[in-house]
């Protein structure tokens, strides 16, 4: 029974997500101007939990795959799209958010030969699994420099500075055993190398 109900949870959560995200087949941008419609001045009792379900979005993609004329073979559409993964899962983009997976090739195109090269160029059509924060949303981060200015993180690809002034200011600058921290007045919080923290 127990196991019935948590199944029956998980796909709950599922489907939550998979009706956040836009179905249009139009372009990106059409694709970001329906999503605003779902974030309004007047939907204000969304949950933290619906929001980060809204900042997902499932988008048509174009990217340029360059190989060398050493690849060229009966594995070649195979090593396009290997290249297509290496290249774009894990990157980010200013306009078009973190990209986390892809989930369809609809297109490889013909190659351009690069002239006096000899490499090809190949346009490729995808579709991927993206991830746009909006201003003020709450990520987790991992704290990669600690110094008296401030710390620097990194969430996913990007890298983020957090100012002393964000930072609480029961929390002071101090160096122990050699190891830069922020620490709380009563020692109940420390903000050091490789911790995790949520920042906006």
């Known amino acids: 029974m127990h196991r ?5 949870t998980s796909l709950t959560i599922l489907l939550k997500i998979c009706l956040s995200l836009s179905h249009g087949q139009a372009s990106v941008e059409r694709s970001f101007s329906e999503n605003k419609l779902v974030i309004t001045d007047h939907r204000t009792r969304l949950s933290d939990e619906t929001l980060r379900g809204l900042m997902f979005y499932h988008l048509a993609l174009d990217h340029e795959i360059l190989l060398h004329p050493r690849y060229f073979g009966p594995d070649l559409l195979n090593t396009v799209k290997q290249k297509l993964f ?5 990157t980010c983009s200013g306009k078009f958010g973190f990209i986390i997976a892809v ?3 609809d297109k490889i195109g013909a190659g351009h030969i690069q002239p006096s090269r000899g490499f ?3 346009p490729v059509q995808y579709r991927a699994i993206v991830f746009r924060p909006f201003k003020g949303e709450v990520v987790e981060a991992v704290v990669k420099q600690v110094n ?3 710390i620097f993180t990194e969430v996913g690809p990007m ?3 957090v100012s002393k002034h964000s930072i609480p200011s029961d ?3 101090c160096i122990d055993d050699s190891q830069p921290r922020y620490k709380a007045k009563d020692e109940t919080a420390v903000i ?7 920042e906006p």
Not at 86 to 90: A, D, I, L, N, P
Not at 192 to 198: G, H, M, Y
């Open 4 to 8: 019935r109900r948590s199944e029956k």
């Open 103 to 105: 989930t369809t090739i």
């Open 192 to 198: 050091e190398q490789d911790n995790s923290i949520r």
């Open 148 to 150: 008296k200015i401030g």
């Open 171 to 173: 929390m002071s600058f």
């Open 86 to 90: 290496s290249e774009v899962e894990g």
């Open 120 to 122: 090809v160029l190949y």
């Open 159 to 161: 890298s983020c500075f």
